[in-house]
């Protein structure tokens, strides 16, 4: 079985994602209950024999690490908007035929 590695900075994992040349990354929404409350984000970079797994929560209206937004909806509930983590993605890596999933959708 693979081993899983945190990885503490933005600038580490885009540094093995660009290294590894990986070909796609997962990251997972987690939100709290009430929503309003906390929204953070995982990146899991897989990697033969290993997970490269980044998280970022929520400061502000952004995320801390990334400055990727976070929306509010008419109730007050916060949320991260899948298109939004894409893009991040894709533009920090310059890969657009980067493959991006949801943990969910998998």
């Not at 894709?90 to 999933?101: A, G, S």
Request: overall charge positive; proline content about 2%; hydrophobic content about 40%.
């Amino acid at each position: 079985m693979g081993k899983n590695v945190r990885v503490k900075t933005w600038e580490e994992f885009k540094g093995l994602a660009i290294e590894k040349k990986t070909k796609n990354i997962v990251y997972i929404i987690a939100q709290s209950i009430p929503a309003k409350n906390l929204t953070s984000l995982k990146l899991i970079l897989p990697v033969e024999g290993v997970q490269y797994i980044f998280t970022d929560c929520a400061k502000g209206n952004k995320l801390r690490k990334t400055g990727i937004s976070i929306h509010t909806d008419k109730k007050g509930n916060r949320f991260i908007e899948d298109a939004d983590v894409k893009s991040f993605l894709r533009t920090q890596l310059q890969r657009e035929d980067l493959q991006v999933f949801s943990y969910w959708t998998i």
